[in-house]
C-alpha cells in the first residue's frame, strides 16, 4: 500500500519540475561547496572589494602563500575567480559580481 499524498498533482507537479536534476544539480552542489571552506570565503570576501595578487592576499588573510595560490586554483577552475597577468604578477578578482551577492545575502541571512 502506497502512502496518501496530501498534496494535489498540480502541486506535486511544480514540485518535481522545480527539484533541479543532472548537470544543473551538479553545478550548485559544486558552486555552493565553494563557500564551504574559510579560507576560500576569506579569499572571495577580500576580492570582493580589490582585485589582489596572492602576497597581498596571504599577508591581509595572514595564510601561507601556497595555501592561498592552491585555493585561488580551486576557485579559478570553479569559475568563481578570474585573473590577469600584469607582467610578473597575476591579479585575481571575482569573475562575477554575483557571487558577491551570494555572500551578502548569507550575511543578511545570518542577521549580521
Known sequence: ???LLLLDKRTQCLVEDYIPSGDILE???????VFADYTRVKILSALAISELCVTDLSRI???NQTTVSHQLRYLKSAGIVK???QGKIV???LADESINDVLLKGIEFLGC
Do not use: A, D, E, T
Open 1 to 3: 500500500m502506497q502512502p
Open 27 to 33: 553545478g550548485i552542489v559544486c558552486f555552493f561547496s
Open 61 to 63: 588573510l595572514q595564510i
Open 83 to 85: 585573473s590577469v597577468r
Open 91 to 93: 591579479f585575481y578578482s
